[in-house]
């Protein structure tokens, strides 16, 4: 099965009314969102900076296959948790297939064109519900914990309402005793094993532009 990445305008169809910021979710009336030009300026302390803060999006998928950590097939397209950089994603998990960088995807480039065995879709895991998906690309890194995984966790706790539970990786058990430490029961959480594909009927993605981790010359002193 040929795979495309995602253009900005696939995302903006899965947006669904809301904003969050802050934790919290601000509804609007006509969601027009520019993905570009996403400058915010700092606060002038130390000469201030220009500072791309990315917002967070809740994006919602229906009907879609989960593949790897991060990785959503919806319609032959793939995307991925940030929507700016999600077809530098899919080319560099294709190109890393058969080792870890590869995502589990068992996504590859063949024929010129971005591919996965469509056998790998025959028989996913189906999973009725809405979910909410928090487990980080890359998802041994604690860094990236704090950075997907905790904003995710703290909206979840927030809007329960929303969801039917979370589905996040927990092969370690650190990870267990993380999301356990929110006081999250085990029967709210869908443990994510990577190596399998799932079919959800609703699956929501806390998402951003760009994964944004660099430290300001302000953020240093």
């Not at 696939?10 to 969601?31: C, G, Q, W």
Request: charged share 25%; hydrophobic share 35%; proline share 3%.
């Amino acid at each position: 099965m040929k795979l495309i990445p995602a253009h900005q305008d696939d995302y903006l169809k899965n947006f669904r009314t809301a904003i969050v910021s802050e934790n919290k979710i601000k509804i609007m009336n006509s969601p027009v969102i520019n993905f570009d030009n996403q400058l915010k300026v700092d606060r002038k302390l130390g000469g201030g900076h220009n500072i791309r803060i990315p917002e967070q999006r809740l994006i919602k998928y229906s009907n879609c296959y989960l593949v790897g950590a991060n990785s959503i097939i919806k319609d032959g397209k793939f995307y991925y948790r940030y929507s700016e950089t999600g077809a530098h994603d899919l080319n560099r998990i294709a190109n890393n297939f058969g080792n870890y960088t590869n995502d589990a995807t068992e996504i590859f480039i063949a024929d010129g064109a971005y591919q996965i065995d469509s056998k790998r879709l025959e028989s996913p895991k189906y999973i009725k519900g809405k979910y909410l998906l928090i487990t980080p690309d890359e998802r041994d890194n604690w860094g990236i914990w704090l950075l997907v995984a905790l904003p995710s966790i703290i909206f979840y706790i927030q809007n329960k309402k929303m969801f039917d539970g979370l589905v996040c990786y927990q092969n370690s058990e650190w990870m267990h005793a993380f999301i356990r430490s929110f006081g999250i029961e085990d029967e709210e959480i869908l443990n994510h094993d990577i190596q399998k594909v799932y079919f959800f009927e609703n699956l929501t993605v806390l998402s951003k532009e760009i994964r944004n981790l660099a430290v300001t010359d302000f953020e240093k002193h």
